[in-house]
């Protein structure tokens, strides 16, 4: 499984980012920096700074994007092996149904995960809250010296992994600083109470100054919210569980109650403090994701990316039967829960390689459309279509971002300058801006515009020959009927000798004349202009809050 999964990362993952797999370059110039700041800032709902490092790290020591993703496995691949030591401590022996734990963690149908270093982000909290459930249910003695700073690692590191392990982290800490209290004297409970108390901390500081990203909407319909929890509960199995539901539900259910029954007959107390943390912390998430995602679209549960959130449950489950059932119990709950994993095996590799495939055809477009010389508006409307996770905006960020670093696929081939991007429309970029306050380029009423504080002027040194002039011009649409003053449009010929020429003047007043609202084009034909420069500019007509003083030009042509 572990040479499977190593396979198939090599034969699909990118290249070159897209989607959440670009917030790496927060970290890295000229778009962002390494920095506590950077590494700190919440990404969606997340403050993910261990994750980040984790990412950051092997991609600087190779230059290779892929790197982390090969972490990533070896990270699943580690933890396979850890569980499997774990149950053959208790059992006594390796059991054919041992190869459960790899078939769960380093199945293909975790694509979503495995060729995506961002994703670490739910890898590792995950890998973490698992591992503390191994090294405490490995016996049933109380956690001696070297396990407790294991253990306490592992929890401390929960809260700076993202909601993931913020939200398991209550449902851990609570356990282990019982077993803190009731070892309180020896070493090593001395080291777990300190971790719960840096756990707490960590928590603390991540509702700090925390906001709800704007489209975050908190369901309040109960079903809603059960429907996703049942679905991802379901996806422990893998994408196999999507097409076996709601059969799948009910088999995860029934792990469910089984463990809970063998938990509530147990008398040791560590092991059993393990397992039923590991269910609440579990459940703790798996409702937290039903709370904040059933009201974003339909099938949430059964997302890929969350294919591994809720895998500890079933490792849990084989874990509980391994230590509390009977042989012949035992080896039948076991063994039916790695008779799924290899049933689901054949199902799960299809919908990854499927998936795997798409994205190499994806990357394989677009690699094409780099190494044709493409211009940087066609490069941003390419991955614009390709990769429609961003709008074109971020697009032109991402493209233009790659491009000077020389990045891949951009490490061949011609080199841009960074107006470039900046001007996507125009076919040459000013020679001269004069703004109070920075032009930006955005995309806004369905085109790539360069938008400018009214009064911002915008200078083109003239070529020979130079003879027509044409463009659009506008006032941005959420200030067009409300807020904006109007303005006055010119362009205007400033020759080396003699005295300026008008040659375009269009005054526009959005909110009262219907026909001023939206993208507006013009032309102009004439005899060749003389030397000198073609000025684009802007005038206030009524006084407003600077603000709403803004207007934006696009589609500038200055050609023969």
């Not at 895998?311 to 063994?335: D, E, I, M, N």
């Not at 941003?380 to 696929?409: I, K, N, Y």
């Amino acid at each position: 499984m572990l040479f499977w999964a190593l396979f198939f990362v090599r034969a699909f993952a990118p290249r070159f980012p897209f989607g959440d797999e670009f917030a790496l370059w927060d970290l890295l110039p000229p778009s962002g920096n390494l920095s506590l700041e950077s590494l700190w800032r919440l990404k969606n709902e997340h403050r993910i700074p261990l994750p980040r490092l984790v990412q950051y790290l092997p991609y600087v020591l190779t230059g290779d994007l892929r790197a982390p993703m090969v972490a990533q496995v070896f990270l699943l691949a580690a933890l396979a092996l850890l569980l499997i030591l774990v149950a053959r401590r208790m059992r006594g022996s390796t059991a054919w149904s041992d190869s459960f734990f790899p078939l769960v963690w380093l199945h293909a149908g975790n694509w979503a995960n495995l060729l995506s270093g961002f994703q670490i982000a739910l890898t590792l909290p995950t890998a973490l809250a698992t591992t503390i459930l191994a090294l405490l249910a490995v016996s049933r003695e109380r956690v001696d010296g070297r396990r407790a700073v294991a253990v306490g690692a592992c929890l401390a590191c929960l809260p700076i992994c993202g909601a993931v392990g913020l939200v398991q982290a209550p449902a851990l800490a609570a356990c282990i600083a019982w077993l803190a209290i009731a070892g309180r004297r020896s070493a090593g409970g001395r080291v777990l109470l300190a971790s719960v108390g840096v756990c707490a901390a960590f928590c603390a500081l991540y509702v700090l100054g925390y906001r709800a990203p704007h489209w975050y909407h908190e369901s309040t319909r109960p079903w809603a919210v059960l429907d996703v929890v049942a679905k991802l509960l379901a996806l422990s199995i893998g994408p196999a569980a999507e097409s076996w539901w709601p059969a799948s539900g009910a088999f995860v259910l029934a792990v469910i109650a089984s463990t809970l029954f063998l938990v509530a007959r147990a008398h040791d107390g560590t092991r059993r403090l393990a397992f039923l943390a590991s269910l609440a912390g579990i459940a703790c998430l798996a409702v937290s994701i039903g709370v904040g995602r059933a009201e974003v679209g339909p099938n949430q549960g059964f997302l890929a990316r969350y294919v591994t959130l809720t895998t500890p449950l079933l490792c849990t489950g084989y874990l509980a039967w391994t230590a509390y059932g009977r042989r012949r119990s035992t080896a039948l709950a076991c063994g039916a829960l790695a008779l799924v994993a290899w049933v689901a095996l054949p199902w799960n590799t299809r919908a990854g390689v499927a998936h795997g495939r798409a994205t190499r055809e994806d990357v394989e477009s677009f690699e094409r459309v780099v190494a044709a010389g493409t211009g940087p508006a066609e490069l941003v409307e390419s991955f614009t279509g390709l990769f429609p996770f961003h709008h074109p905006e971020a697009s032109r960020w991402v493209v233009r971002t790659l491009a000077l670093r020389r990045d891949p696929p951009f490490e061949k081939g011609r080199s841009f300058e960074p107006s470039e991007f900046d001007y996507l429309t125009f076919s040459r970029p000013p020679s001269r801006v004069a703004s109070a306050e920075p032009v930006v380029a955005r995309f806004i009423d369905g085109h790539h515009v360069v938008m400018a504080p009214i009064g911002a002027s915008l200078r083109f040194d003239v070529a020979p020959g130079d003879a027509r002039i044409s463009g659009r011009f506008g006032v941005p649409s959420e200030l067009a009927e409300k807020k904006s003053g109007g303005v006055r449009v010119l362009v205007e010929s400033v020759p080396r000798e003699g005295a300026p020429r008008t040659l375009f003047d269009r005054t526009l007043d959005p909110v009262s004349v219907e026909s001023d609202r939206g993208s507006l084009a013009f032309a102009i034909d004439g005899a060749e202009l003389p030397p000198g420069e073609i000025v684009f500019r802007t005038e206030i007509l009524r006084p407003v809050r600077p603000m709403w003083s803004w207007s934006y030009w696009s589609d500038i042509r200055i050609e023969r």
